[in-house]
């Protein structure tokens, strides 16, 4: 049922420990020193024979490319996206205005997700042999049906801190199995793509999915044995007062049950929302950014990098895909570039930080693998610790190109709060110092990094002045201007998390305007000649423009650098 896939396994000695041919033995080529042994060396499952040395005079710059590609959001709607058709900002400000201004649309519950409704959830749940139905019939009809949908429900805060419909959301909005396959809630918010044009259909596909549509969950590297087979409903857990105080004992003993009485009605009231502002043309336009961030996305991607990009020798990439057979991405990227990954690469979390080298400018035998050394460093550092560190985030890597030149590479996706970037970057630096003193250190990263520093975010300036005293410099030079961004996004209405909405009106404003993108390098080694950043795919920023967009399919810019020596 989902692209997940287990735990790349260690070969024997003197194999390759490949993702793509276990069994493919290796033999060390006959490079000149110094390269590594065979054991800690890449392999994609490409071979490439070594290219002839550029001609001309020895070259003195590296053209470096890092972007944070973004992982597949579930919720198509979730953000504001910067959308060809008029009709998506007319649904967007429909559903704001309905949300802010319900006026005689807030009617009550039972007139959306009606007591017939009601009754057949109860069947269902008495057929699946869920406890509490009792006390779960007494709260629909003495509380729940009489509730209004917006002012009683959607913003109803106590239900938002008891997550009574944002933790069964989660649990069930996109489900990734073991079979190769994903199973989606019919609900507004994912990608789903049965029809929902009336409230009878829709409610038809929910019961079916809830109750009678078995998975096959990853349950995590610990877990031993086979995976039971589970319906849907099975999958929640219940909510336990010590973690949401919110909740009482009672609403405790009758979680599950409430859980799914709550989605229920979460789903419901979606639906009726978009039947009532854009009955013919809300399921196109979620179609269409299906098209353009879902089954599109990785094809945009490679398309921008070969017809942008295609004279970078380096990108650095973060949250993104880490199988050639899997990624249609990497897969049209292959014939330019050979991928560097960990040898742990995470391919069930499937957002990871690689390192894409032109094979015209590298000797793809020469590439080391350092990212335990590196963490093994940030380890024993004091004061630091692996705590936001997750596996996939960090790729680190020596590479000698053809002209003799050793490269330390490493792509890294910070922490949301940011306060994993100094740590890792101190870690590289000091593994530099170390190990390989001779390694010019470039670093393409999402740093998260914000406006202003705080106990809350790691801020522009603070990082900065921690590269000057490391003796590094990025390439947006000495003096960094944080009010220039390479992020633009907010959160629609069309999410559960309402308190975090920002208006149409407000989205450039109030968005996630933050420089979170950097290239890293050692000041004594490079510098930057000329640097750019990007979100339209065409080397060009637009400013005051929300992204992604129908063709920039992340909402991270691109940056692009220079560096000379």
Known sequence: ?????????????????????????????????????????????????????????????????????????????EYWITHDDPAYNQLMEGTQNFLDNPGDRDVAIHQVFTDKMFNQLLCDMIDANIPGLKEVARIWRDCFSVKKIVSGFLKDTEIGK???????????????????????????????????????????????????????????????????????????????????????????????????????????????????????????????IADAMLTGKERKTAQILMETYSDADVV???????????????????????????????????????????????????????????????????GKTKKSFVHGDLIACTLQDKEGAMFLLASFHGDTNGFSTKPIVEAIHRTAEKSYPNHKIVIGLDANTYKVHSDQHQGVHDFND??????????????????????????????PQLNKAIGKQDRLTR?????????????????????????TGKRHYIDDMVFPTMQFPSDHAIVSTVLSW
């Open 316 to 382: 650095f990439l973060q949250e993104a895909p880490g199988s050639i057979k899997e990624s249609e991405m990497l897969s049209a990227l292959q014939g330019k570039f050979f991928r560097l990954a960990p040898q742990g690469i995470d391919g069930k979390r499937d957002q990871n930080s690689l390192v894409l080298a032109s094979r015209a400018t590298f000797v793809k035998e020469s590439a080391f693998d350092i990212t335990e050394e590196v963490l093994v460093t940030l380890g024993q550092s004091k």
């Open 162 to 288: 008891k997550r009574l419909a944002s933790m069964p959301d989660r649990i069930t909005n996109t489900i990734n199995t073991l079979g190769n396959e994903v199973q989606r809630r019919p609900t507004v918010i994912n990608y789903y793509s049965g029809d929902m044009a009336t409230m009878s259909s829709w409610w038809a596909q929910w019961r079916n999915f809830m109750f009678r549509c078995e998975v096959e969950v990853f349950k995590g590297k610990a877990h031993k044995g086979p995976v039971r087979p589970q319906v849907v409903y099975e999958l929640l857990d219940p909510i336990l007062q010590s973690k949401y105080p919110a909740v009482t004992a009672e609403e405790e003993a009758i979680s599950i049950p409430l859980q799914i009485l709550c989605l229920a009605i979460f789903d419901a009231v979606l639906v009726h929302m978009m039947i009532s502002i854009a009955p013919h043309s809300w399921q196109n336009i979620r179609q269409s």
């Open 511 to 535: 968005a996630d305007k933050n420089l979170k993108d950097w290239v890293v390098f050692n000041q004594s080694q490079l510098e930057p000649s000329s640097t750019l950043k990007d979100n």
């Open 1 to 77: 049922m989902c692209a997940i896939k287990g735990e790349v396994p260690s070969g024997p000695k003197g194999k390759v420990d490949s993702p793509y041919d276990p069994q493919m033995i290796f033999e060390p080529s006959p490079l000149p020193s110094p390269c590594p042994p065979a054991s800690r060396m890449f392999l994609d499952g490409v071979t490439h024979a070594l290219g002839p040395l550029r001609d001309g005079q020895q070259r003195n710059e590296i053209h470096v490319v890092s972007w944070n590609v973004a992982a597949v959001n579930n919720n198509p709607f």
């Open 466 to 495: 921690f590269l000057t005293s490391e003796g590094m410099s990025s390439c947006w030079g000495d003096h960094v201007d944080p009010n220039s961004p390479t992020t633009c996004n907010s959160r629609t209405y069309l999410q």
